[in-house]
């Protein structure tokens, strides 16, 4: 017991000054995070015969509670009712980025030789967008209120939805077991709890209102989680995402009237154990295997990054915005984070050394690329619209 609580402090010592670290040089938190797990682990600190956090029961447990906090705070953002009206357009744009990015990755990895379930996982690997970076980023850069904050938003819901189907399918596909009749039942299960979860958000909002209806903030807090950590629970002894399940949970409490409530107390939570989470893929992640994803990892970022500068200005387009603005949507797109390392976490639960292995490492060496180019461009992007239409005049102007 003493020895955990040590390697938990050394954990958030770490975590604490990689947070610092990022502060100063502007940088997302999430990269460094990854960063430090890989150094405080047994990869990099324990083979320098250093102090080292173990990727034990206590560190995965915080690690999976990180990852439901993060998709249930992404769910309530969302409601059935802002989805169905922007559907047309959520919709175009969603399709367009999926059909341009998604087979790439795939077929990297059938390039490569790999399996048709570890290419599925890396075509979503580089496939999803990283709603959290591209959200930081829209609020520090003040493209929040112009018009390609609203394109990207819809791609990103898209996305999102996507994967909530694509992670039920990959993690029965993944822990289903060998035969086609187990992998369909484990599908069966997984879409069936789905669907229950599915019925209660869209009709069970006076459900989730009367649950959250208490004045101290310590019962506030505690009912929420003792919604949505069971169901998480639940969900994965099912053989379900616990993101996903999370993701609906969040989703049902958006229209409870108590969204802003539940982010105003829960967000230093999710913010603790989200850090927890990247920093445990880092943990379990050896340094050395990232040079065995060297082929993947090179490939998918110089033929992925343009890939999402092209759907992004397509999506632009489908909102109906100017090319320049729709450059910006494409330069928004192309971070990766959280949901790719959630993808690289479930890889490395598989049965084959290149899930367990190959996977993850090439998913933290293309989170640290992706996150910094795209923050980069993001930042940089009036000179990435003039050397791309070198000095072509467009009517609108530029704001934000």
């Given at each position: 017991m003493a020895a955990d609580l040590l390697e938990l402090g050394q954990l958030f010592v770490v975590v604490a000054v990689t947070g610092a670290i990022a502060l100063r040089v502007g940088l997302s938190v999430i990269p460094l995070y990854v960063i430090g797990g890989v150094l405080a682990g047994p990869f990099v600190a324990g083979r320098l015969g250093l102090p080292y956090v173990e990727n034990g029961e206590v560190v995965t447990l915080f690690a999976e509670v990180g990852i439901v906090l993060l998709l249930f705070f992404l769910g309530l953002e969302f409601s059935l009712d802002?989805?169905?009206?922007?559907?047309?357009?959520?919709?175009?744009?969603?399709?367009?980025?999926?059909?341009?990015?998604?087979?790439?990755?795939?077929?990297?990895?059938?390039?490569?030789?790999?399996?048709?379930?570890?290419?599925?996982?890396?075509?979503?690997?580089v496939y999803i967008s990283s709603s959290a970076i591209i959200t930081k980023s829209l609020i520090d850069l003040g493209w929040i209120a112009d018009p390609e904050a609203e394109p990207l938003l819809g791609t990103l819901v898209f996305e999102d939805l996507f994967?909530?189907?694509?992670?039920?399918?990959?993690?029965?596909?993944?822990?289903?077991?060998?035969?086609?009749?187990?992998?369909?039942?484990?599908?069966?299960?997984?879409?069936?709890?789905?669907?229950?979860?599915?019925?209660?958000?869209?009709?069970?909002?006076?459900?989730?209102?009367?649950?959250?209806?208490?004045?101290?903030?310590?019962?506030?807090?505690?009912?929420?989680l003792a919604v949505v950590v069971p169901i998480a629970g639940a969900a994965l002894a099912l053989g379900v995402s616990e993101a996903v399940a999370a993701f609906f949970v969040g989703m049902g409490f958006a229209t409870s009237g108590h969204r802003e409530k539940i982010e105003h107390l829960l967000t230093p939570v999710r913010d603790v154990f989200g850090a927890v989470f990247f920093f445990w893929i880092g943990v379990g992640t050896d340094p050395t295997l990232i040079g065995a994803a060297a082929v993947p990892l090179v490939l998918?970022?110089?033929?992925?990054?343009?890939?999402?500068?092209?759907?992004?200005?397509?999506?632009?387009?489908?909102?109906?915005?100017?090319?320049?603005?729709?450059?910006?949507?494409?330069?928004?797109?192309?971070?990766?984070?959280?949901?790719?390392?959630?993808?690289?976490?479930?890889?490395?639960?598989?049965?084959?050394?290149?899930?367990?292995?190959?996977?993850?490492?090439?998913?933290?060496?293309?989170v640290l690329v992706m996150s910094a180019i795209g923050t980069v461009l993001m930042e940089r992007s009036a000179a990435v619209e003039r050397l791309v239409f070198r000095g072509a005049e467009e009517t609108e102007p530029m704001g934000g």
């Open positions: 802002r989805l169905l009206e922007s559907r047309t357009r959520i919709t175009r744009s969603g399709v367009a980025d999926i059909a341009v990015n998604l087979p790439i990755g795939i077929g990297i990895g059938l390039l490569l030789g790999w399996s048709v379930v570890e290419s599925l996982l890396l075509g979503g690997i994967i909530a189907v694509y992670l039920a399918v990959v993690t029965s596909l993944v822990l289903g077991g060998d035969g086609i009749g187990s992998i369909g039942r484990s599908l069966a299960v997984a879409f069936g709890f789905l669907g229950i979860l599915l019925v209660a958000v869209q009709y069970g909002n006076r459900l989730f209102a009367r649950v959250l209806d208490v004045s101290g903030q310590e019962a506030f807090v505690l009912r929420t998918a970022v110089v033929l992925t990054t343009p890939a999402k500068v092209v759907s992004g200005y397509l999506g632009g387009r489908v909102y109906d915005l100017s090319k320049r603005r729709s450059l910006r949507v494409g330069v928004g797109m192309v971070p990766r984070g959280e949901f790719s390392l959630v993808i690289a976490a479930l890889a490395a639960s598989g049965t084959t050394p290149i899930m367990r292995e190959v996977i993850p490492a090439f998913a933290v060496g293309y």
